[in-house]
Every structure is written in structure tokens, then in C-alpha cells.
């Protein structure tokens, strides 16, 4: 009886050290993996545009605070959206010129 005890407990022993082993090698094996994904994410950044007229290139402007002397706010588009800015600016004011020379040309 004791014997049978005795050969119980060395069979879970080694079978948990061989189970504890095998772990720790599929431990190892997944914190080298974790590296190699990480240099792939990095690979995979956009490159950073540098070409000025580049419709994506982001462009800081300062602006005026209006009522204050010294403050500015800063404001960063990309050219596309800067561009469409100053159409619809341009649109605006020319609507609004035209709307005033209809109203002195005697309302026609």
C-alpha cells in the first residue's frame, strides 16, 4: 500500500515538472514572438510626408484672436483642407458683394 502511495506521488511529481517545463518553453516561445510582431508594427507606420504642395501635408498657420492684442491661436489643416477653406471664404464674400450690388441696382 505504501509502495502504491509512494509511486502515485512520484507519477504526479514528474508529471507535473514535465508539465511545468513544457510551459515554460511555450512561455519562451511566445516572448520571442512578442519582438518580431512588435517590428512588424513598426514597419507598417505611415512614412512621413515632406513634399509641401502634397494635398495631405499638414500646414500650422497663426491666427489673430479678435479683442486681443497679443493672443494668436494656432490652427493646422492639410493643404485639401486649407484649400477648401478659402473657397468657401471666397464664396461667401463674392455671394455676399453680389447680394449688395443687387440691392443698389434698385432690387432687380
Do not use: F
Not at 30 to 51: C, G, L, N, Q, Y
Amino acid at each position: 500500500m505504501k509502495l502504491a502511495l509512494v509511486t502515485a506521488a512520484a507519477v504526479l511529481l514528474t508529471s507535473a515538472s514535465v508539465q511545468a517545463n513544457s510551459q515554460e518553453a511555450s512561455a519562451k516561445g511566445e516572448a520571442s514572438e512578442k519582438p518580431v510582431a512588435a517590428k512588424k508594427m513598426k514597419k507598417k507606420k505611415k512614412a512621413k510626408i515632406t513634399d509641401r504642395r502634397h494635398p495631405d501635408y499638414i500646414r500650422c498657420k497663426s491666427e489673430p484672436i479678435i479683442g486681443s492684442r497679443a493672443k494668436r491661436r494656432r490652427v493646422c489643416m492639410t493643404n485639401s483642407q486649407w484649400a477648401a477653406a478659402n473657397h468657401e471664404g471666397n464664396r461667401e464674400s463674392r455671394a455676399l458683394v453680389d447680394d449688395l450690388q443687387v440691392g443698389q441696382n434698385g432690387g432687380s
